[in-house]
């Protein structure tokens, strides 16, 4: 699950890495009242998971509370590269002397955490790890030692950080891994982490904060942290992948016009390649799962069926603790229950597939036609998409 | 067999020993003494070990107790553990994987995998067996169903397989592409190399270096998601492209760049294999 910004800072303050000070808002009223707790200047953030946001106009400067009400007004709503605005950040403005960069990655890898440091922040990492790879530091830890002090001096001195923020620069990476860790995160990206430049008031000690958070949490470890479980991001929530996930069914949504059932990731991706092999361009990809009851595919075929722009089906199983026949028999109750308006190809293979054959000959639904290969199967969905007109698919 | 007695675990643990694999005792802590169709049930995996001499443990416990169970088999010095659990969290994994790669004594198999199964000699998973007739082409798969798909194209060719090993479709398989491949090319009853990777990590790419390098047995190579799009995860959580990295385009091509032939089907992937074997045969009647 990745985290939006603020969701990712809130997790940071909670683990003592410095952020700035700053509150959540959906409203443009929400807003201005959080910018003048917060006090100005301050910055108005759009919450949306995508790069460019800056660019975009999602990030403005408020001097005072007219300007705060006008770039909320403003940034609520925006569009930015197909994600709607529905939450802001409102922060207080930070002075920035450098920028740098910190990660902590689960590297699969490797099989162990790696952090990284750079001075060169602010900008796409990818373009810096390309042209001046270089200027990132790098450290794997050992999951079984953890972070030790030594590990940030390192990264610190070898990506030559200011000689002044050695130590907190250090501590912050500490803090990182310790959050890491404890959020059972896969990703921890701070880009830019700033250094301020000091005031006199401090006495001219310069702080580092973390300016921006990219956060993803791993999903099968939710169970153990129940908060974190129940954060969202309204912009992304498609009404097919909830309705999927009700159902306990793997479902992720694409932009073509067929839909995909199969049993196991495995197939069902390559069912997704050899359909778009064939000339077709899969709508989804379903996994049903091993062993699925006949409820399970008439909950998948109703899912599938809530995506408008599906012109044809293709089920493509290849039986092995699945039984076929239970497939067969949850399609024909899927028919029943829905009577679905569009053509269905089935390919059966496996565990009691004459069974499941015989019955869907039996039952003689409209517009089903069993095909004996994967290929066959992939070709023939392609030719009836192409042939049906683009219309509203579940009755 | 850890987790024995829930309703997945006793069907799959006796169509295991139904199929001539020695399953000898299960583990289900609180349920020692009791019995799942003559097998006994021991709380511990010290007990079961100590009792009846199991090198090998099938771990079919829910995901929250799946890393505990698979140290406990490791600490009671079995060999192999087969991890069938799907869902296992990262973390848990990366400890895992860690604590088995320090002390060197045990392997792991999986997570999130089907098992392995060698035809006419045993089967520790889920494995459909029925699929799978005894031959020469050794299988590792990163999914299961795929997997199916390719040895039962290869049975009605008349082939078989020597064995088939799921490594599963997680972040941190126990067990890599390279080290069963390895174990292929030692192996005198593999003839060829099936390998069927997927989207996400560099697992594929790695083991496309180390087939140039090493293995002088041919393979074939399957990669699925071509059309995954980039930061969704396809159903098995280590299928992921993130950002530019682990597309099935540049798998293939890493392969194809060390002469490893790349089926674009699973069918195909298994009429390649067939069509190699069957010329390796003639020829050899020839000679």
């Not at chain 1, 443009?28 to 995508?50: D, S, Y």
Request: with cysteine; hydrophobic share 40%; proline share 5%.
């Amino acid at each position: 699950m990745d985290l939006l910004e603020y969701q990712g800072k809130q997790l940071f303050a909670r683990h003592g890495v410095p952020v700035p000070a700053g509150r959540h808002a959906t409203s443009v009223e929400e807003a201005v009242f959080a910018a003048e707790e917060i006090g100005f200047p301050c910055v108005i953030k759009a919450q949306v998971q995508i790069g460019g946001r800056g660019k975009a106009g999602g990030i403005k400067l408020a001097k005072d509370r007219d300007e705060a009400r006008e770039h909320a007004e403003a940034i609520l709503g925006m569009d930015i590269r197909g994600l709607t605005v529905h939450e802001l950040w409102i922060e207080a403005a930070s002075e920035i002397a450098s920028e740098y960069y910190a990660s902590v990655i689960f590297d699969r890898s490797a099989k162990a955490p790696l952090v990284m440091l750079s001075t060169k922040g602010g900008m796409d990492i990818e373009e810096v790890a390309a042209g001046d790879p270089e200027a990132i530091a790098r450290l794997h830890v050992d999951p079984l030692l953890g972070f030790q002090d030594f590990h940030g001096r390192r990264l610190a001195f070898e990506a030559g950080v200011d000689s002044d923020v050695v130590r907190p620069v250090g501590v912050m990476l500490a803090k990182l891994y310790e959050m890491f860790v404890a959020e059972e995160a896969t990703l921890v990206e701070v880009n830019p982490l700033i250094v301020t430049p000091g005031s006199a008031s401090d006495g001219g000690g310069r702080e580092v904060r973390a300016l921006d958070a990219k956060v993803t949490l791993d999903d099968n470890a939710l169970f153990r942290h129940p908060d974190n479980a129940q954060l969202r991001d309204p912009s992304k929530e498609d009404p097919q992948e909830r309705m999927a996930k009700e159902r306990g069914l793997t479902y992720v949504k694409l932009d073509g016009d067929i839909g995909i059932l199969g049993n196991g990731a495995g197939l069902v991706m390559s069912t997704l390649d050899v359909v778009a092999e064939a000339g077709g361009s899969p709508a989804n990809f379903l996994d049903a799962g091993g062993g699925s009851k006949a409820e399970a595919i008439t909950n998948a075929v109703e899912v599938i069926l809530s995506n408008p722009k599906v012109k044809a089906v293709l089920f493509n199983i290849f039986g092995g603790i699945t039984r076929c026949d239970e497939v067969a028999r949850g399609l024909i109750e899927a028919f029943h229950q829905i009577n679905p308006q569009v053509p269905f190809v089935v390919r059966l293979d496996g565990t009691n597939d004459e069974e499941g054959r015989r019955l869907l000959a039996e039952a003689n639904l409209p517009n089903v036609r069993t095909e004996s290969t994967m290929d066959g199967a992939a070709r023939k969905v392609v030719e009836l998409a192409t042939a049906t007109p683009a219309a509203a698919s579940a009755a | 067999m850890s987790g024995i007695t829930g309703r997945e675990g006793t069907f799959h643990s006796l169509r295991n020993r139904e199929y001539g694999t020695q399953v000898v005792a299960g583990v289900t802590p609180g349920k020692g003494g009791q019995d799942v169709e003559g097998i006994p049930v021991f709380d511990t995996f010290h007990a079961a070990v100590l009792e009846t001499g199991a090198n090998t443990a099938m771990i079919f416990v829910p995901p929250r107790f799946a890393a505990d169970s698979i140290l406990e088999a490791e600490d009671a010095g079995v060999e192999l553990i087969i991890a069938i659990t799907e869902g296992i969290p990262a973390h848990d994994e990366l400890r895992v994987f860690n604590t088995l790669k320090k002390n060197g004594r045990s392997r792991l198999i999986g997570p999130n995998c089907p098992g392995i199964l060698s035809p006419g000699k045993a089967n520790v998973g889920i494995i459909p067996a029925a699929f799978f007739s005894e031959g020469n082409v050794g299988v590792v798969s990163r999914s299961g169903t795929l997997t199916y798909q390719i040895g039962n194209v290869v049975a009605q060719s008349g082939f078989g397989n020597s064995s088939i090993v799921g490594i599963g479709g997680d972040p941190v398989p126990g067990t890599d592409f390279i080290d069963v491949i390895a174990m292929f090319q030692d192996d005198p009853d593999t003839e060829l190399i099936v390998m069927c990777g997927e989207i996400g990590g560099d697992a594929e790419e790695r083991a496309a270096d180390f087939i140039a390098a090493n293995v002088t047995k041919p393979v074939v190579a399957y990669i699925a998601g071509f059309t995954a799009p980039p930061g969704k995860t396809m159903g098995h959580a280590g299928a992921i492209v993130s950002g530019s990295h682990g597309t099935a385009k540049a798998k293939a091509e890493a392969l194809e760049s060390k002469g490893i032939r790349v089926g674009r089907t699973p069918t195909e992937v298994a009429e390649l294999a067939v069509s190699l074997l069957g010329a390796a045969r003639s020829a050899s009647s020839l000679a």
